[in-house]
T-cell receptor, first 111, second 115 residues
Framework: EDQVTQSPEALRLQEGESSSLNCSYTVSGLRGLFWYRQDPGKGPEFLFT???AGEEKEKERLKATLTKKESFLHITAPKPEDSATYLCAVQGSSNTGKLIFGQGTTLQVKP | NAGVTQTPKFRVLKTGQSMTLLCAQD?????MYWYRQDPGMGLRLIHYSVGEGTTAKGEVPDGYNVSRLKKQNFLLGLESAAPSQTSVYFCASTRKQTGVNSPLHFGNGTRLTVT
């Protein structure tokens, strides 16, 4: 059974304090790993797709990396506007067209 | 450019009442999905559609029905609401099967409370 676990559940950082969010997964035949950002009262917003181990993607202060068992979302010198819940999801070959989501990590960046 | 629009935004139902949630997308996407989001549970797939006139069950389909009579619309129905269906419901769409260059686009959700 495909499964996604995110840690920590919640993370508080000071502005400028870099850190990483973890997404561990088990999936039969990874077709893609997705990162989304969700602001309170809003729907998730797409950030990155990673397809194979060793791949990296960057967007502003965010960098996503992928290994065979987990993905990391690195946040460099975060700002208060980076505060949000970050969701990780996987699509496996046995769940074609469907994503399995983790529970999310809620990030709070204090000025 | 509206993207994915969900109506209503909020709704309170009494146990046993019925209602329909509407999802509309203006991106000509083939695939559409209904998810529910509960604290500590993540997003769970209820039903999905791979094209006009098609529907399929997801992870948690019991107590819900769906219809996709038009490509741009995907309706989620609750025939007899139960307190366990209190949740935030999200609709999403994608151009083709989620994967290469085809991420999900989400609406802003419907907050449903069943008392």
């Amino acid at each position: 059974e495909d499964q996604v676990t995110q840690s920590p559940e919640a993370l508080r950082l000071q502005e400028g304090e870099s850190s990483s969010l973890n997404c561990s997964y088990t999936v039969s035949g990874l077709r893609g790993l997705f990162w989304y950002r969700q602001d309170p009262g809003k729907g998730p917003e797409f950030l990155f797709t990673l397809y194979s181990a060793g791949e990296e993607k960057e967007k502003e202060r965010l960098k996503a990396t992928l290994t065979k068992k987990e993905s990391f979302l690195h946040i460099t010198a975060p700002k208060p506007e980076d505060s949000a819940t970050y969701l990780c999801a996987v699509q496996g070959s046995s769940n074609t067209g469907k994503l399995i989501f983790g529970q999310g990590t809620t990030l709070q960046v204090k000025p | 450019n509206a993207g994915v629009t969900q109506t209503p935004k909020f709704r309170v139902l009494k146990t046993g009442q019925s209602m329909t949630l509407l999802c509309a997308q203006d991106m000509n996407h083939e695939y559409m999905y209904w998810y529910r989001q509960d604290p500590g549970m993540g997003l769970r797939l209820i039903h999905y559609s791979v094209g006009e006139g098609t529907t399929a069950k997801g992870e948690v389909p019991d107590g819900y029905n769906v219809s996709r009579l038009k490509k741009q619309n995907f309706l989620l129905g609750l025939e007899s609401a139960a307190p366990s269906q209190t949740s935030v419901y999200f609709c999403a769409s994608t151009r083709k099967q989620t994967g290469v260059n085809s991420p999900l686009h989400f609406g802003n959700g419907t907050r449903l409370t069943v008392t």
